[in-house]
Nanobody, 123 residues
């Protein structure tokens, strides 16, 4: 098993930036694909970004492409989500998720989840 803890959320004004971290413990973190998802009040959880452990290929939702960047530091067991040009529509609880085989956008396919970190963007 792997345990995931998100951090870095907070309150930021529109146009600002935040960097979220997803730190893992437990089994070897470096062999997991890591995805970021978010869930706004009253809405379904949605895919944000993913990074593969083998190729380090990345993928993004259209809504964040060009504004968000996902990266990983396996030596620190951490994946980052750099979020720039934030807008009120980015307000949500952000979750990271891990899976050894799947590296897509479906939240149902990920085996492990963190507890989430709140991001609030004021207009």
């Amino acid at each position: 098993q792997v345990q995931l803890v998100e951090s870095g959320g907070g309150l930021v004004q529109a146009g600002g930036s935040l960097r979220l971290s997803c730190t893992a413990s437990g089994r070897t973190f470096s062999i997991y694909n890591i995805g970021w998802f978010r869930q706004a009040p009253g809405k379904a959880r949605e895919f944000v970004a993913v990074i593969s452990w083998i190729t380090r290929n990345t993928g993004y939702a259209d809504s964040v492409k060009g504004r968000f960047t996902i990266s990983r530091d396996n030596a620190k067991n951490t994946v980052y989500l750099q979020m720039n040009s934030l807008g009120p529509e980015d307000t949500a609880v952000y979750y990271c998720a891990a899976d050894q085989r799947y590296s897509g956008s479906s939240s149902y396919e990920y085996d492990y989840w963190g507890q989430g970190t709140q991001v609030t963007v004021s207009s």
